[in-house]
């Protein structure tokens, strides 16, 4: 399929021209049925893997250095099994659901179908430009409906790329992609969409949300936080810093779901120390200027990054440097190298703000109960990771403990789970896409009541009389 969209020559005044026009179109076309609409998840899988050397070469270009590997594990591989994953469910989805009918209505049937909404809204981040943008697609395609997408201008190349690859493959009436920097993005998140969906930090998702309020537009926000990383007593071992290594220096940490700080029993610190430098020399040979390891995505988050190194180090913190560039590197533009911050303190900037980068604090506690304290005097993170026994200290916390989701002796993995549920609570986010719950987020859920032959309550319209009063009275008994 060769089509071709417009160039948005004026970006804010025209994708509301380009809204209506989906919005028209859908209303046009109908709800596309399962064949369509498994077309669509085809038409998007092919479209990515013919450009998957070009979307790896413009990730690391817009980073700075992004290992082709680590690019298609943490995001075509999610894109492409997510489609897979609609692909063989959708049937199933698309079903309506048959509800309850109560005794006295027994002759009626009561469903409830789930229709495509009309035109979503897609907001994705710079972190990870792909899988961002294009899982939550599949899952609007999936569900019937048309999407704009603003892709980050943080990652300008990957965001380039993937406009011109999505127009070669939909018209601009089904998917559509809006260039631009934060004024298209606020004129974009202001538009009258029939749901939006935004990922991104939770001070901007707090201005998302308030400008789609005004159009009483449904909002999906994945945002972030610190999320804890909790280790059991006598539980650091090669399994558990290996995960935390994985977790933490993925993507340079880069990572909305990323363990942001760890709290560690006071007698195993030392040991903490030293596991997760010798799991950084593994996982990373080559030290920070490896092809493995990414680089920071620009100026202004490198040195955000260092700043918090400084402030911690100026609070009295033990700042410990692991897979150091050697000497003798040439050192890469905005590449940090894994750093450890033990003995971090509330009042330092590192446990503030959400870190995204390489920067693991490291707090200790005696009890689960301080852990439970702990975690619950601050905001609920989206993801919560504890590596341990499932005894009675993990029930504890996962029961005392609310967070979007939980790792139990892993990091991140929790969100390949294309049939689980990924979503935050309170400042880290609202709602959920993956699973069977994306699918709902980007559908109405239609309650549907038909009447059959007989209609009991029909008998029990005015005037009222002896039998009104029988009916009453066996559902409310004597009066």
């Known amino acids: 399929m060769n089509v071709t969209v417009p160039a948005l020559l004026d970006p804010l005044a025209d994708m509301a021209g380009l809204l209506e026009r989906q919005r028209a179109a859908f209303l046009n076309d109908g709800p596309p049925s399962l ?120 990652t300008p190349r990957t965001s380039e790329l993937m406009q011109r690859m999505l127009a070669s493959v939909f018209p601009a009436e089904e998917v559509a992609v809006v260039l631009g920097g934060p004024q298209v993005g606020a004129a974009f998140s202001a538009l009258p969409f029939d749901h939006l969906l935004f990922t991104g930090s939770t001070p901007v998702g707090r201005k998302i949300m308030q400008a789609a309020s005004d159009n009483l537009v449904p909002v999906t926000l994945e945002l972030g936080g610190k999320s804890p990383a909790i280790v059991a007593q006598g539980h650091v071992n090669d399994r558990t810093i290996g995960s935390l290594v994985f977790g933490k220096l993925s993507n340079s940490g880069q990572t909305c779901v990323a363990p942001d700080y760890a709290l560690v029993h006071e007698n195993d610190v030392e040991t903490f120390v030293e596991r997760f430098g010798a799991a950084v020399a593994r996982a990373y040979p080559a030290g920070p200027t490896g092809d493995d390891y990414t680089s920071i995505v620009n100026d202004r988050h490198y040195e955000r990054l260092k700043g918090l190194i400084d402030d911690a180090r100026r609070l009295g913190a033990r700042v410990i440097e692991t897979g150091a560039l050697p000497e003798t590197a040439i050192a890469r533009p905005r ?32 009890t689960i109960d301080d852990v439970i304290e702990y975690v619950n005097a601050r905001a609920r993170p989206l993801a919560l990771y504890y590596f341990g026994e499932r005894d009675a200290d993990c029930a504890s916390l996962l029961a005392r403990t609310t967070s979007g989701n939980v790792g139990i002796n892993n990091t991140m993995i929790h969100v390949a789970q294309d049939d689980l549920l990924f979503g935050g609570v309170g400042p880290s986010g609202m709602g959920a896409y993956h699973g069977i719950e994306g699918f709902r987020a980007m559908s109405h859920a239609k309650g549907v009541f038909e009447q059959g032959r007989w209609a009991l309550p029909s008998l029990l319209r005015a005037p009222f009389g002896r039998l009104a009063e029988l009916a009453l009275r066996s559902v409310l008994g004597r009066g």
């Not at 590449?335 to 980068?357: K, N, R, S």
Request: net charge positive; glycine share 6%; hydrophobic share 40%.
């Open 35 to 154: 064949g369509e609409r498994k077309k669509w998840l085809k038409r998007l899988r092919d479209v990515v893997l013919a450009h998957r050397s070009a979307l790896g070469e413009a990730v690391s270009a817009d980073f700075g250095h992004r290992s082709r590997h680590e690019t298609e594990i943490m995001e075509l591989v999610g894109v492409v099994q997510s489609i897979d994953y609609l692909t063989r469910n959708l049937r199933r989805f698309m079903r309506c659901e048959r509800r309850h009918v109560d005794l006295f209505y027994r002759s009626g049937r009561a469903y409830v179908h789930y229709q495509p909404k009309g035109v979503i809204g897609v907001m994705a981040p710079w972190n990870y430009p792909i899988s961002l943008t294009l899982i939550p697609l599949a899952t609007a395609l999936a569900a019937g409906n048309r999407a704009m997408l603003k892709p980050s201008e943080l």
């Open 335 to 366: 590449t940090l190298a894994p750093t450890l911050v033990v003995g971090a303190t509330d009042d330092m900037a590192v446990m503030q703000e959400e870190i995204f980068g390489p920067i693991l604090p490291v707090r200790t506690y005696r």
